[in-house]
């Protein structure tokens, strides 16, 4: 019987031996499987430069949709894509010298980094790349869209080019608007004077010309905008709008057509308004046959998908057009046009959906919640035992904090869930002098600074509301009538089952703590005015005694020159030597003077000064600064002027010194009520904690100096190199004491 047994045992026993390196094998293949393919996923991908010309910035709809069906396109590719967004702003710069100097600037950029696809996206960018096409961004494959024929004059195109037409159907849209009010008469075209507009309405104009035996046309494209919407509200009955884009009015206020303009003449219109770009729904504006942006953005990038995967342009045919009819069901309603009488196949967008498709999850979400309803009531009947013991543990545990709290040497509150104070410890109540009584609910604040009063209250509340923990420093009364600064950092506090049960917090005396600070503040405005006082005392001397006399000298060596007999020549051409020295020595001594002490910058402004600045510096350094501003007022606080200055020269000197390029940018501009000051350079950036721990004051002196007119300084740093200096200032400069109420971090303790 065991010879038997063992006999029946050992078949078996073989089996799962089999079966056990069977597994190990295909685990082994599976462990090569992923080895390779994570080997073939590690491989690093070529890359390919995609260059996109657009019209205007991407603060407008219909570039931020082709945009975006770009991107989308390509991120099919197998390739590595680098992006590269360009904006000519015709709609702002629509001169010629403007566009030459861009077009001369993109000539530069590119020269050494030719992209190997270029997407205009408008007819300016098209007419740019023709411009360069031979010269420049040869055999470079060029894709079009957001630009008619009639807008580029019908320019030839090479075998390098492919793209979307657009086809403008203004008679499609036409007829649907008299298919939806068929009792119309006048028909008034809206449009702007940009050089865009002009080219819609000359396009618009010829396309309507057959109808204008029927139709009563009238074209309001010469007007202010104000103008305009007058004029839209006293339309005569029985009259359509066709909107077709302004992106600047008669007076030269530039507009978003979609965002600005086309909403402005929807609302002001008392008749409906027909459009003819996808981007301008959504406002009040009916719909037609309209171009959709989005779609050549995506045509656009699946072309240039094909080409970067090897295909050539001439290859692809040229797509005509992507229109679609698209309606707003809104704008039907408001005019009361039948949805019935739209062309075949329309969208209409805004449709309000039924009651089952808004609320569908939420009944089902009621039946689940009546479904779970019971075993929930044996839930809380069993937690409401467990809840019981729970609050005697929580009555224990506040006994046992009171106790610690009362003889805490800082003073702690304690607040319920409804905002009011519940608790002061005994050190609190001794500060203030008032009892307990007194300072519970919101008694406690009739003892803060009336200053301080309201942005105390709302950080209070504002922390509560969202059960986060703050902190702020406000003037608190003493028992002896002293107002005294108080940091206070409350935490918000929660019951064993996670229920909010309000605030606790603590607050210290740091009078001492602030009084220090301001002086410290005093100090060094003192120092920086004693350097800047004697920097000017610097640059005199040099420019009015020193550079003078250098000059002096350089007029006597040329006179002495010239006073020599013609025999000594070796001796004139030595003395004309030293004459071209010393011109050159005052001539850094003068632009030292200037660094020292900018007279531009007393007498002419801060864009004079700063302009003249990068001027000189570029020439001294040989490297190029693109600088710019905006907007900035003549008319500037001299300390923010002389600060924004100082920052410009340190910021430069240091990106000169440390970041190893040769170009810089510069913008000087005014925005939201600040003059916002940046330096960029793409050169191979710095270790920003080492230099602000180092031993040179150039960081350290540009934040102080900001800190003294209440601006701000930032550093960009980039990942892959470059460096970008960041300075805000407000018009109206503020202290920049810590504020009465103000949130602050623990750092600035």
């Known amino acids: 019987m065991a010879r038997e047994s063992h006999a029946t045992e050992l078949p078996s026993l073989k089996s799962a031996t089999r079966r056990s390196r069977g597994l190990c094998a295909f685990l082994l293949l599976l462990l090569g499987f992923f080895l390779l393919q994570g080997a073939a996923g590690a491989q690093v991908k070529e890359v390919r430069r995609v260059l996109v010309l657009s019209e205007v910035g991407p603060d407008y709809p219909a570039i931020a949709l082709v945009d975006q069906g770009i991107h989308h396109a390509l991120e099919q590719s197998r390739y590595k894509v680098e992006f590269y967004h360009e904006y000519l702003d015709a709609a702002l710069f629509p001169d010629s010298a403007t566009q030459q100097e861009y077009r001369d600037w993109y000539v530069r950029k590119y020269r050494n980094r030719k992209p190997d696809v270029i997407i205009t996206v408008g007819p300016s960018p098209l ?13 470079v494959p060029v894709i079009f869209c957001a630009s008619t024929e009639d807008a580029v004059g019908g320019a030839k195109l090479d075998a390098d080019f492919t793209g979307i037409w ?5 008679v499609k849209t036409l007829e649907a608007a008299l298919r939806l009010q068929p009792g119309t008469k006048h028909v008034f075209v809206v449009g702007g004077t940009s050089p865009y507009d002009r080219a819609n309405e000359a396009l618009f104009r010829e396309r309507l010309r057959s109808y204008e035996s029927k139709l009563d046309f009238q074209y309001f494209t010469d007007f202010t905008m104000p103008q305009l919407l007058e004029r839209l509200q006293h339309l005569p009955n029985h009259s359509i709008v066709l909107h077709v884009c302004i992106l600047r009015d008669a007076a030269g206020t530039q507009f978003i057509d979609a965002t600005e303009a086309a909403p402005m003449v929807a609302r ?8 003819f770009f996808d981007v301008d729904l959504g406002y009040g504006e009916v719909g037609g046959d309209v171009s959709s942006f989005a779609s050549e953005g995506q045509v ?39 949805e019935q009488n739209l062309p075949p196949g329309s969208i209409v967008l805004n449709r309000p959906v039924s009651f089952w498709q808004v609320y569908r999850r939420y009944i089902l979400a009621g039946i689940l919640v009546i479904s779970a309803q019971s075993l929930a009531i044996f839930a809380l009947l069993w937690q409401r035992a467990r809840r019981r013991k729970t609050e005697q543990e929580l009555r224990e545990s506040e006994e046992r904090f009171r106790l610690i709290a009362n003889s805490a040497p800082v003073m702690i509150w304690m607040s319920g869930p409804d905002k009011l104070c519940t608790y002061f410890n005994p050190p609190r109540l001794e500060f203030t002098g008032r009892t307990l009584r007194e300072e519970l609910g919101n008694g406690w604040a009739e003892g803060v600074h009336p200053e301080d009063l309201e942005p105390c209250l709302e950080t209070y509340s504002q922390a509560f509301d969202r059960r986060e923990s703050f902190q702020m420093e406000y003037r608190l009364r003493r028992h002896d009538g002293e107002y005294r600064w108080i940091f206070d950092h409350g935490v918000p506090r929660f019951n064993a089952d996670g229920a909010f049960a309000g605030f606790v917090g603590f607050c210290i005396d740091v009078t001492g703590r602030k009084e220090a600070e301001e002086a410290l ?9 004693a350097h800047e006082e004697e920097r000017t005392w610097i640059a005199r001397e040099l420019h009015d005694d020193i550079d003078q006399r250098i000059a ?20 004139g051409r030595r003395i004309k030597e030293v004459q071209e020295y010393v011109s050159d020595l005052g001539s850094d001594i003068q632009a030292l003077s200037h660094r020292l002490h900018s007279s531009k910058l007393e007498y002419l402004g801060l864009v004079a000064a700063c302009e003249a600045f990068c001027r000189e510096f570029s020439g001294q350094q040989n490297v190029e600064i693109d600088f710019h501003s905006q907007d900035i007022p003549k008319e500037l606080p001299p300390e923010t002027a002389l600060c924004l200055f100082r920052v410009l020269q340190e910021a430069l000197q240091n990106a000169v010194k440390h970041s190893g390029a040769r170009q810089f940018e510069v913008l000087l501009k005014a925005a939201s009520n600040e003059i916002q000051l940046s330096v960029h350079d793409s050169g191979v950036g710095f270790d920003l904690q080492k230099a602000m721990s180092g031993h040179g004051l150039g960081f350290t002196s540009m934040k102080e100096r900001m800190r003294l007119i209440g601006g701000h300084l930032s550093i960009d740093l980039k990942q892959q190199g470059g ?18 109420g103000g949130q602050i971090s623990p750092s600035e303790l």
Do not use: C
């Not at 503040?521 to 005015?529: D, P």
């Open 127 to 139: 007419e740019l790349t023709l411009g360069l096409h031979e010269t420049f961004f040869r055999d």
């Open 166 to 170: 657009e086809e403008a159907e203004p």
């Open 268 to 275: 002001a219109s008392n008749a409906p308004v027909f459009t």
């Open 300 to 338: 656009a990038g699946a072309m240039a998908l094909r080409i970067i995967g090897g295909e050539k342009p001439k290859d692809i045919p040229v797509v005509r057009g992507t229109n679609v009819y698209m309606f707003d069901w809104r704008a039907l309603e408001r005019w009361r046009l039948n």
């Open 521 to 529: 503040s005093s100090v060094s405005r003192k120092l920086i005015e």
């Open 552 to 571: 002096l000298l350089a007029v006597n060596l040329d006179g002495l020159g010239r006073d020599l007999p013609a025999s000594e020549g070796q001796t």
């Open 723 to 740: 460096t970008t200096i960041h300075a805000r200032v407000p018009l109206r400069t503020e202290s920049m004491a810590a504020g009465a």
